[in-house]
Structures are given as C-alpha cells and as structure tokens.
T-cell receptor, first 113, second 117 residues
Framework: AQSVTQPDIHITVSEGASLELRCNYS??????LFWYVQSPGQGLQLLLK??????LVQGIKGFEAEFKRSQSSFNLRKPSVHWSDAAEYFC???????????FGTGTQLKVEL | GAVVSQHPSWVICKSGTSVKIECRSL??????MFWYRQFPKQSLMLMAT?????????EQGVEKDKFLINHASLTLSTLTVTSAHPEDSSFYIC?????????????FGPGTRLTVL
C-alpha cells in the first residue's frame, strides 16, 4: 500500500530565509505527487503537482518541488519565505488513476518576523 | 480557481442524532467528489469516493451505514453521519474533481467541524 512520510512536524524559519519541506513516499508504480497548503478556515490549496516529465516542478506562490525517484522524495522548496506562508503543508501521493490521495501527516510552518 | 463550499462549517449535535453535511462545487460540475476525515494534528484520511448518480465507494474500515453519501447532482454531494457518537467528532473535508482524469485537480472545501456531545 502507498504511504507518505513528512518527517518534520513543525518547522520555524525567519522571513526571507529559504525553506525546504521534506516528503518521502512509498508506492510501487510511478507516483502522482502533490503538495497542498492548508490555512485556518480555508480549504486545502494545491501548490503544485508532478505526474511525469521534468522532475523539477514549479508551483504557485514561488514554490517548487523536485521529484527524486532514487530517494523516493518530493521535497518542497521556496527561496525566500514570506510571513503569509505560515500554514500547514501536506504532501500527497495519488493512486487509482491519480485521484485517490494519500496524505502525509503535514508540516506546520511558522515564520518569524 | 474553482471554489468548493461546505455547509455547515461547524455543527454540534447530541449523541444518537444524525447530521448532514453538504459539499457544493460552485463554479464547475464535478462527476466525482471525495470525503475525507481529519483528526487533530493528523493527516486527512480518505473515507469515500462519491460519483454522481451511483453508489459511493468506501475505503476499507469506513462504515457505509454510518456515513451515508449521496451525490445527487453534478454540484452537490452530501455526507450524513447517522446515529452520531462522540468518537465521530472530527473535521470532515470534501473535495471535488474538476475533470475525470487522474491529472485533473481536486478542489477542497473549507471543512466541517463536527462535535458530538
């Protein structure tokens, strides 16, 4: 069965600093991979997704993620964090044609001003 | 982007009663909707896949008689928690698939907080 691991429960960074959120997955086939952000009172918002092709994926809000098959990883990065990026971030793998999502446990990002 | 709403956003009910949660895609039609459950400080767990005009497909371990799902139109899916008990208290989130392919995007509702007393 598929699974997603986000090893960091909480991360605190200073505004303007770079960010990397880790995600490792377990899935027997080529995965569909996603990063979502969840802010209080709002639905999960898709930041980016990977299905095939270029392993470096650009998303919204200046985020990018790199698919590394050899490491079963799909880490999310941002070169300069803004205070508004404080939220919970979820990595997910899609199976069953890509639509059935299995989520990681999330990483809570705090941004210090 | 596309918008998905949920109603109510928060509900408190007595043990033994039933609660209905609505999920609507506001500006697109969704053949497929999904229902998730999120416990505090935990991940989202897929409960079921709801397809318009057909029976929902439940994930292993989810009681289909307790969590009734109806997808009566291309913009509305409902989740009814029947005979609710305190252990059913949770955050329920729906999503709607804009399209039919695996590469299409799921749009998520803001969630419904259910508290069973």
């Amino acid at each position: 069965a598929q699974s997603v691991t986000q090893p960091d429960i909480h991360i605190t960074v200073s505004e303007g600093a770079s960010l990397e959120l880790r995600c490792n997955y377990s899935y027997g086939a080529t995965p569909y991979l996603f990063w979502y952000v969840q802010s209080p009172g709002q639905g999960l918002q898709l930041l980016l997704k990977y299905f095939s092709g270029d392993t470096l994926v650009q998303g919204i809000k200046g985020f990018e993620a790199e698919f590394k098959r050899s490491q079963s990883s799909f880490n999310l990065r941002k070169p300069s964090v803004h205070w508004s990026d404080a939220a919970e971030y979820f990595c997910a793998v899609g199976t069953g044609g890509g639509n059935k999502l299995t989520f990681g446990t999330g990483t809570q990002l705090k941004v210090e001003l | 982007g596309a918008v998905v709403s949920q109603h109510p956003s928060w509900v408190i009910c007595k043990s033994g009663t039933s609660v209905k949660i609505e999920c609507r895609s506001l500006d697109f039609q969704a053949t497929t909707m999904f229902w998730y459950r999120q416990f505090p400080k935990q991940s989202l767990m897929l409960m079921a896949t709801s397809n318009e005009g057909s029976k929902a497909t439940y994930e292993q371990g989810v009681e289909k008689d307790k969590f009734l799902i109806n997808h009566a139109s291309l913009t509305l899916s409902t989740l009814t928690v029947t005979s609710a008990h305190p252990e059913d208290s949770s955050f329920y989130i729906c999503s709607a698939l804009q399209g039919v392919r695996g590469t299409d995007t799921q749009y998520f509702g803001p969630g419904t907080r259910l508290t069973v007393l």
